[in-house]
């Protein structure tokens, strides 16, 4: 069993930066690819990132490539979402996920444990 906490959503303004972080206690964590996802009102969850192990290779959602940066530090059992340069559309709830199966996959099904969630308001 993985239990997963995030934290460091809040309220920012258009071009502003937050980093999430996603505490995880339990199994081991640096054995299973994590990712963060994220769901707007009335849309579908979507990957933000997420990354492998043992490779440490990583995986962007649609045009967040180049302002979100996705990492772990497995001595911390952290991970970790820098998000910059942010728009009114990023405006979510964000979750961390942590999956059984080898491989990072965009379809939120796949992933066996989550956190409850942590907002991140964009204001214009």
């Known amino acids: 069993q993985v239990q997963l906490v995030e934290s460091g959503g809040g309220l920012v303004q258009t071009g502003g930066s937050l980093r999430l972080s996603c505490a995880a206690s339990?199994?081991?964590?640096?054995?299973?690819?994590m990712a963060w996802f994220r769901q707007a009102p009335g849309k579908e969850r979507e990957i933000v990132a997420g990354i492998n192990w043992p490779t440490g290779s990583t995986f962007y959602g649609d045009s967040l490539k180049g302002r979100f940066t996705i990492s772990r530090d497995n001595a911390k059992n952290t991970l970790y979402l820098q998000m910059n340069s942010l728009k009114p559309e990023d405006t979510a709830v964000y979750y961390c996920?942590?999956?059984?199966?080898?491989?990072?996959?965009?379809?939120?099904?796949?992933?066996?444990?989550w956190g409850q969630g942590t907002q991140v308001t964009v204001s214009s």
């Open positions: 996920a942590a999956r059984v199966k080898a491989g990072i996959t965009s379809t939120w099904t796949e992933y066996d444990y």
């Open positions: 339990g199994r081991t964590f640096s054995s299973y690819p």
